[in-house]
DNA sequence: CTACGCATGTAACACGTTACATGATTCA
DNA sequence: TGAATCATGTAACGTGTTACATGCGTAG
C-alpha cells in the first residue's frame, strides 16, 4: 500500500485533480491513511510519464489553472492488480502511547496534559469523519466505504473512552 | 516521533541489546510502533557515534557475543528534550480499510477473504499482546503503561466487533 | 486587512524498508 | 532434519516529509 496504490484508485472512479485527491485524503480516509502535496504532486507527476493517467489542463478565470487527471487502461490494469495483492499489516505509529509508555519520566500534570491533548485530537477528527458521513451518502457510498466509517468511528469512540478514564483515574489519585 | 525517540527510551531504563529492544517492540509496543533490526542497528550505531549511548561488548559461549548498549549523560538529556516535545498525531495506514474503500472492483467473496484475514490479523495481535500482560506486570509495569496496554486493547476489540458484524452483513446479502 | 479557499509545484533531505549475509545451539 | 532462539549487521533503495514558493478572489 503506497501512495500510488491510493491516488491511482480515486482517479479510478472518476477524474480529478491533486487538490480533490487531498480533500478526499482528509475527509473520507483520513482515518487510516494520510499524504500530503509533497506526496501527491510528485506521484501524479510519475504516475503520467509512467502512462498511468493523462493530464488535462482547465483555464479558470478568477482561479487557478486546474490539472485534471484521467486513469489510462494501463494504469486501470495496474491498479486491479494492486488489489489482488495480499492485505499488508495494518500500521500505527501513536506518539501519544509512547508518552504514555515513558510515563513515569513525566509529572502527574503533564500526563494530565498529554490525555487532554490527544482526547481533543481524537474528538476533533471523530467530528470531522462523522460531519462528512451525510454527504459522502448524498453522494453514493459503498456497503464496504460504510465498513470503513464505522471501523473509525468505532476505534476513535474505544480509543476516547479508555483516555477519559484514564484522565479521571490519575486526576483521582492526586 | 522517530525511531531513535523510542530506541533511547528504552535505553533510558535500562542497558540493553538491539535484540532485546527489537523484543520489546513486539510485545509491549506493538500496538503503536514497528521497528525493524535495519532500523534499530543502525540507529544504535548513531547513537553512539553522537555520545548518546556508550556500547560494551559481553562475550557468551554457545551464543554470539552481545552488544549491551547503555544511556550517557548527553542522551539522557536528548530523551528528556523530546519528552517535553508536543504531541504528534496518531497515525493509522491500514491497507485492509483501502482494499474496502475501494471494495465496489472487489467480488463478494474477495471482499470477505480480506475481512476474514483482516479478523485473523487483529486476533493474532490482541493474544499476542494479552499474553504478555501478566509478565510485564511481573516486571513492572507503570500506571501510565496499563493506559497504553487498554487502549490497544479496546481498539483490537472495537476493530473485531466491526469486522465480524460486516463479515456476516456481507455474507447474508449474497 | 486578514484569513481562507482554490490550486500547483520543487528541492533537499532523512528515514526507514528490503534483501542479503552469517552461524551456533536447542528443541521437537 | 528442520525450525526456532539467540545475535548482529550492511548496502541499496525508495518513499515520503519538510520547507519553501506563488497568487488571485472572497468573505468577515
Redesign the pocket.
Known amino acids: 500500500?503506497?501512495?500510488?496504490d491510493v491516488v491511482l484508485g480515486l482517479l479510478n472512479d472518476q477524474p480529478r485533480?491533486?487538490?480533490?485527491?487531498?480533500?478526499i485524503f482528509e475527509t473520507r480516509l483520513a482515518y487510516f491513511f494520510?499524504?500530503?502535496?509533497?506526496?501527491i504532486?510528485?506521484?501524479?507527476?510519475?504516475l503520467e510519464k509512467d502512462g498511468m493517467i493523462t493530464?488535462e489542463v482547465v483555464f479558470?478565470?478568477?482561479?487557478?489553472?486546474?490539472?485534471?487527471y484521467s486513469i489510462t487502461p494501463a494504469g486501470k490494469a495496474e491498479f486491479a492488480a494492486y488489489m489482488q495483492t495480499e492485505l499488508?499489516d495494518e500500521?500505527i505509529k501513536s506518539d501519544f502511547l509512547l508518552r504514555m509508555y515513558f510515563g513515569k519520566h513525566l509529572t502527574t500534570d503533564q500526563a494530565l496534559a498529554f490525555i487532554e491533548t490527544q482526547i481533543d485530537h481524537q474528538e476533533t477528527k471523530l467530528r470531522t469523519l462523522k460531519a462528512h458521513y451525510n454527504e459522502w451518502i448524498r453522494n453514493g457510498i459503498t456497503d464496504l466505504q460504510i465498513v470503513t466509517y464505522k471501523y473509525g468511528v468505532a476505534n476513535y469512540e474505544a480509543s476516547l473512552t479508555v483516555l477519559k478514564q484514564a484522565y479521571l483515574d490519575i486526576a483521582d489519585r492526586q
Do not use: F, H, V
Open positions: 500500500m503506497q501512495g500510488k485533480t491533486g487538490y480533490e485527491i487531498k480533500d494520510d499524504g500530503t502535496y509533497g506526496m504532486y510528485p506521484t501524479l507527476r510519475k493530464k479558470q478565470e478568477g482561479k487557478p489553472n486546474k490539472n485534471i499488508a500500521s
